[in-house]
């Protein structure tokens, strides 16, 4: 699903018509079929100019280590056009390519074993190189679970850390709009092409993610649709953009599992909150946290946890803001009215209630119009979700 009917506010500055030649040649390189980034890389180091590729010999592209074929269909052109056609087809979308020798290229990125050769930008590249904390977990969380992503993300986005996250259904969704709502930008990986949304009821939030001066990156071409391979590989990029990784929840044959494993094989920071021992997706970071992980609970958890020079630099980023924004877990509670009090009272935030369960707890002191009107108000108020089934969770 295409989301280039997104208005034009939303989209980046639009690259250049035309790139210069070392930048198509990484892009070229990336749509020949048969290298993959390690073989890409490996290949550039011994050129003075990514252009070159361009003018070479059948047999000297042989002698980068390329495949036949794959050298054959850049002898033959093929893979200059194929970069051409997405260069213009990128910048019709306002979209940007940042290849591996740009200034937008994140340092930390490089780091990794395989960094991508390409990244697909839409949104702020800018945010690429930004102290982040990448919060995963099950798509299919708890109220406890989805609760403490959002209010995690907000407090750590509040302070100036950039929350990134893989927009899947889920923890990753409540991350986003953890950040989102402390009004401060997020940063999206894919493992599809930058204009095709997955999961398709997300779409809004990918708009929400750019009109908040957000990011997607993606390593795969526009109209990539989703291929299960393309996740785990995603997971190694999110986890090497970041300082660190926050997991939830997740079970234990979650994706998520990859994410920490590579966090773990870059050096990054793992972070997990605890969970109920009952509860399947707690087993993950449970076991995160036996390992070494660093229990988090709440976000001065991870803000303690960071190198002294970060903090510095997220505190004097949160000092020049004109405006200073703050998590609205920080701001004063408005004040309820009695009947609002009595049914914030009987919600949990780790567990769901039916409506029958409310009724029947507040059956003495209220009748069922002002339990009705009660968890509209404080719905609207954000103190509390509605979940299918007129089942209703505390809002963290």
Request: proline letters at 7%; aromatic letters at 6%.
């Amino acid at each position: 699903m295409s989301f280039s009917s997104v208005t034009p506010e939303l989209a980046a500055v639009a690259v250049p018509a035309a790139p210069d030649d070392d930048r198509l040649a990484w892009l070229a390189l990336t749509l020949t079929p048969g290298l993959g980034p390690r073989r890409i890389l490996e290949g550039m180091r011994v050129l003075d100019a990514a252009s070159r590729i361009f003018r070479m010999t059948l047999t000297e592209l042989e002698g980068l280590r390329f495949p036949a074929e794959s050298a054959q269909f850049i002898f033959d052109g093929k893979a200059r056009r194929a970069a051409e056609e997405e260069w213009s087809a990128v910048a019709a979308l306002g979209a940007q390519i940042v290849t591996f020798e740009c200034a937008a290229y994140p340092e930390r990125l490089k780091e990794i074993y395989d960094p991508p050769a390409v990244l697909w930008v839409r949104g702020d590249a800018g945010l690429l190189p930004r102290h982040s904390i990448a919060v995963v977990g099950t798509r299919q969380p708890s109220p406890y679970g989805s609760g403490m992503a959002e209010l995690l993300s907000r407090d750590l986005a509040a302070r100036r850390i950039l929350i990134s996250s893989g927009m899947a259904r889920g923890i990753d969704t409540f991350a986003h709009k953890g950040a989102l709502a402390a009004r401060m930008p997020t940063l999206s990986v894919w493992g599809t092409g930058i204009d095709v949304i997955y999961p398709k009821e997300n779409k809004k939030l990918a708009e929400d993610i750019l009109a908040g001066g957000g990011a997607i990156v993606s390593e795969v071409p526009l109209g990539t649709f989703p291929a299960p391979q393309n996740f785990p590989r995603r997971n190694r990029i999110l986890s090497g953009l970041s300082i660190g990784v926050l997991v939830v929840e997740a079970s234990e044959n979650s994706g998520t599992r990859i994410t920490a494993r590579c966090a773990s094989e870059q050096n990054r920071d793992l972070f997990a909150v605890p969970g109920n021992v009952t509860n399947k997706g707690a087993w993950t970071p449970n076991m995160l946290i036996r390992q070494g992980a660093k229990l988090v609970a709440t976000w001065e958890d991870v803000w303690e946890d960071l190198p002294s020079q970060v903090r510095i630099e997220l505190e004097s980023l949160a000092h020049s803001a004109s405006k200073p924004e703050v998590a609205a877990s920080l701001l004063p509670d408005p004040v309820l009215r009695p009947e609002e009090a009595l049914v914030l009272e009987v919600i949990r935030a780790d567990e769901s209630l039916q409506i029958d369960e409310i009724l029947d707890l507040l059956d003495t002191q209220l009748t069922s119009s002002e339990v009705f009107t009660a968890l509209f108000e404080l719905e609207m108020a954000g103190r509390i979700r509605s979940l299918p089934g007129k089942n209703y969770v505390r809002v963290l």
